[in-house]
T-cell receptor, first 111, second 116 residues
Framework: ETGVTQSPTHLIKTRGQQVTLRCSSQ?????VSWYQQALGQGPQFIFQ???????GRGNFPPRFSGLQFPNYSSELNVNALELDDSALYLC??????????FGPGTRLTVL | AQSVTQPDIHITVSEGASLELRCNYS??????LFWYVQSPGQGLQLLLK??????LVQGIKGFEAEFKRSQSSFNLRKPSVHWSDAAEYFC??????????????FGQGTILTVHP
């Protein structure tokens, strides 16, 4: 069984650019959650997608947006990047409200 | 405001010594509570969870945690630490004290260093 995978592993962008991060959920999982983990901090919940619909959002501005596809993989898009967006972005997949499994993350650096 | 607090940013123990990592929560009702571990370059792995019932819960890798309602705490313990336990540990609860695994609020994390 393949676990949660994320791409790319690392990414460097400049302020004002846009970025797309990708997450492939574990087989059989229909729910994907995204988290931002700044250096030295715990992960912060960005949003969750359940069966292609947004199902809850944390305290993040609208320039953070997402998609979930029919195969339940997901994208996180961030527009107008700011220096403070530099962080490890984690996705987690689950079957509904059951235990979620985290991917290894994408390290985003904004210069 | 609902929150999860880990008072210790960094803890150092000797291999073979016992370990206790502190976690306090602030929720109106008893939430689900979780402990996760994160090794460098790895995602988060669930160590154990508390939903209800028995206040002492067992997890993987020899970890256990005790829920104490009177102290609003959910401390993680291990009787004898191994060098491979060196990692960062996070306590978490569902947002708004919910009852699911998802939409989690995490504490700031505790970095565990293990000396030989």
């Amino acid at each position: 069984e393949t676990g949660v995978t994320q791409s790319p592993t690392h990414l460097i962008k400049t302020r004002g650019q846009q970025v797309t991060l990708r997450c492939s959920s574990q087989s059989g999982h229909n729910t994907v959650s995204w988290y931002q983990q700044a250096l030295g901090q715990g992960p912060q919940f960005i949003f969750q997608y359940y069966r292609e619909e947004e199902n809850g959002r944390g305290n993040f501005p609208p320039r953070f947006s997402g998609l979930q596809f029919p195969n339940y993989s997901s994208e996180l898009n961030v527009n107008a990047l700011e220096l403070d967006d530099s962080a490890l972005y984690l996705c987690a997949s689950s079957r509904g409200r059951e235990e979620q499994y985290f991917g290894p993350g994408t390290r985003l650096t904004v210069l | 405001a609902q929150s999860v607090t880990q008072p210790d940013i960094h803890i150092t123990v000797s291999e073979g010594a016992s370990l206790e990592l502190r976690c306090n929560y602030s929720y109106g009702a008893t939430p689900y509570l979780f402990w996760y571990v994160q090794s460098p370059g790895q995602g988060l792995q669930l160590l154990l969870k508390y939903f209800s019932g028995d206040t002492l819960v067992q997890g993987i890798k020899g970890f256990e945690a005790e829920f104490k309602r009177s102290q609003s705490s959910f401390n993680l313990r291990k009787p004898s630490v191994h060098w491979s336990d060196a990692a960062e540990y996070f306590c978490a609860a569902p947002n708004a004290g919910g009852t699911s695994y998802g939409k989690l609020t995490f504490g700031q994390g505790t970095i565990l260093t293990v000396h030989p």
